[in-house]
T-cell receptor, first 116, second 113 residues
């Protein structure tokens, strides 16, 4: 089966500019996650969707970050305006519906953002 | 609140020698526990998971981990390291069966020839 797809793989922008990342989860996976991984640290959850509803966005900096998951499939994460400290890899992951949940996350390869 | 501690930020072993990567957790609930591996410029991949069945869990590539409730530990081991094992390893705790995954800070494993 096809894995989690993310784009772009790399993005370089200047501070105060905006950027958007796209994620296509594994077909049929109801839960979608966006994680931020700063160099040398473990991934930190930004937002979790169940179908197209938000389950947890408590760590999302809502003054500059936004995310949506239209129709419960693809998702977009946007940063506007970007700050230097937003330089990180943004990871998208998905997992199956809860009724048959394996408890496993399936990750994409990530989108590496550099803010200059 | 849940948290994960990985006691070593970097572990270096010689090829063919045993690997031990340590993980301790805190959770108010019965946890699910996972080890993920991240090779350079690759996505995170599940190595193994514990979800309240057998306490000794076997994973891919010869790795295994033992859940010890009394010690709140879930250490990852491998009898003999291979060069291809060099990567970043993350211990992950979850409650509510697959929701609310919390990652540890990671341990970088180096394997010397």
């Amino acid at each position: 089966e096809a894995g989690v797809a993310q784009s772009p793989r790399y993005k370089i922008i200047e501070k105060r500019q905006s950027v958007a990342f796209w994620c296509n989860p594994i077909s049929g996976h109801a839960t979608l996650y966006w994680y931020q991984q700063i160099l040398g640290q473990g991934p930190k959850l930004l937002i979790q969707f169940q179908n197209n509803g938000v389950v947890d966005d408590s760590q999302l900096p809502k003054d500059r970050f936004s995310a949506e998951r239209l129709k419960g499939v693809d998702s977009t994460l946007k940063i506007q305006p970007a700050k230097l400290e937003d330089s990180a890899v943004y990871l998208c992951a998905s997992s199956p519906v809860r009724g048959s949940d394996t408890g496993e996350l399936f990750f994409g390869e990530g989108s590496r953002l550099t803010v200059l | 609140a849940q948290s994960v501690t990985q006691l070593d930020s970097h572990v270096s072993v010689s090829e063919g020698t045993p690997v031990l990567l340590r993980c301790n957790y805190s959770s108010s609930y019965s946890p699910s526990l996972f080890w993920y591996v991240q090779h350079p410029n690759k996505g995170l991949q599940l190595l193994l998971k514990y979800t309240s069945a057998a306490t000794l869990v076997k994973g891919i590539n010869g790795f295994e981990a033992e859940f010890k409730k009394s010690e709140t530990s879930f250490h990852l081991t491998k009898p003999s390291a291979h060069m291809s094992d060099a990567a970043e390893y993350f211990c992950v705790v979850s409650f509510n069966y697959g929701q609310n995954f919390v990652f540890g800070p990671g341990t970088r494993l180096s394997v010397l020839p």
